[in-house]
């Protein structure tokens, strides 16, 4: 990562940083396009207008004190990995040397284990607009992403307003459990990731998919590998005996790019 603060803005100069790639692909719900190509999103309660600038490669974070590039965003838009490497590695599996070259600016966003988890139980069988929606009155409700304290006591009745369907009763029982200590989102972190998911998917509703959601965008298991429709298509076409050897250890950056790539580019 390499920056310079320009006024109240920073100056990121970031390769393989696309933000179309990152901040609208589905892996996070509070990002907005803007017609001249930015973005505005949260990362929990923190506002960032972020927009490409006229050289590639280079990004401006608007209104971004110093601080709090280096204490929020650096770890959220995961500026310590070397994407530029794993896609060199990956490269030596030839469909995904071609899913790399096709979206080469994807990067895995570190998120909060809550919101992550709880956006993806609002997620399920759902489009992108309504998940938006969902969590779009969820933030307006509380003035921000609510926390577990704040949504204790509620019912799937009470979060009725949400217009999310049978997917409340889903996270009444998410905020029930971790509140609760049945379920420790601390210790789920630390587990062997078989044993992770485990614990995750005994909360109503989570099932394979929405638990490595969780352990990948919200926890940084990177080795976490979440296969939906789009998923079990590229697993079938291009990997009946499963995935390389070059993947081990960071499977789900590397499905990152085989999703976007069988879902926008491969008829």
Known sequence: MDYTVDGKDIILKQPD??????????????WTALPDGSFEGYYLDSFLHISPESEAGVFRLHNTAERDLLDKWYNYLDLSTDYGELKRRFSEDETLAKACEYAGGIRLLRQDSWEALSSFIISQNNNIPRIKGIIGR????WGGYPSL???QGETAESLGFLRSGFRAKYLVDAVRKLSDGTLSLEKIQTLPIDEAEAELRRIKGVGAKVANCTLL????RTEAFPVDVWMKRALERWY??????CVR???GIAQQYLFHYIRTAVK
């Open 240 to 245: 009946p005996n499963g995935l390389p050897e």
């Open 217 to 220: 965008f919200g926890m940084y």
């Open 138 to 141: 969820l933030c307006e409700h």
């Open 249 to 251: 250890g960071v499977e």
């Open 17 to 30: 940083f696309d933000l179309a790639q990152t901040l609208d692909c589905g892996q996070a719900f509070r």
């Open 149 to 151: 304290e704040d949504l």
